[in-house]
């Protein structure tokens, strides 16, 4: 039997905003090759879900795994959940894609030329390589 290597595993993601708890222990597992698709109504939390996997937005709580390395997280002197170290995050970033829709995506390009346009031009990938 082929097991696909997990790329990313999130246990029991919350994330508050204020006293508003918009994600309530989210998990996931999804594996080199998946496709998945996210459904539901607006302001149901799916982007902020998205946001915190790169740390665009910083979950109050949880664990969050790239390619099987723990994106460690620490508490500030305030007592704020913030990266351990920003580094690792940077470099995790750059294994993580995703497009919003509202980064007003080029309408003379295909679907995949926007999201390899990134990859290509700022990390300077072969394109090849960013289509893979």
Same mark, same amino acid.
Request: hydrophobic letters at 40%; glycine letters at 8%.
């Given at each position: #039997?082929?097991?696909?290597?997990? $790329?990313?595993?999130?246990?029991?993601?919350?994330?508050?905003?204020? @006293?508003?708890?918009?994600?309530?222990?989210? &998990?996931?597992?999804?594996?080199?090759?998946?496709?998945? $698709?996210?459904?539901? $109504?607006?302001?149901?939390?799916? &982007? %902020?879900?998205?946001r915190c996997l790169n740390?665009?937005?910083?979950? %109050? &709580?949880?664990?969050?795994?790239?390619?099987?390395?723990?994106?460690?997280?620490?508490?500030?002197?305030?007592?704020?959940?913030?990266?351990?170290?920003?580094?690792?995050?940077?470099?995790?970033?750059?294994?993580?894609? #995703?497009?919003?829709?509202?980064?007003?995506?080029?309408?003379? #390009?295909?679907?995949?030329?926007?999201?390899?346009? @990134?990859?290509?031009?700022?990390?300077?990938?072969?394109?090849?390589? $960013?289509?893979?």
């Amino acid at each position: #039997m082929n097991n696909p290597k997990t $790329a990313l595993l999130v246990e029991d993601l919350h994330k508050y905003f204020g @006293a508003d708890e918009v994600l309530k222990g989210i &998990s996931l597992e999804a594996h080199e090759g998946d496709v998945i $698709a996210m459904l539901g $109504a607006s302001g149901s939390g799916k &982007s %902020t879900f998205l946001r915190c996997l790169n740390l665009l937005e910083i979950p %109050t &709580s949880g664990k969050v795994y790239v390619g099987g390395e723990l994106i460690r997280m620490k508490k500030d002197r305030y007592g704020e959940t913030v990266p351990e170290d920003i580094k690792q995050v940077e470099r995790l970033r750059t294994r993580l894609g #995703m497009v919003f829709q509202q980064f007003n995506l080029w309408s003379h #390009m295909t679907v995949l030329e926007n999201v390899i346009e @990134a990859p290509v031009h700022v990390l300077k990938i072969p394109k090849k390589e $960013a289509i893979e």
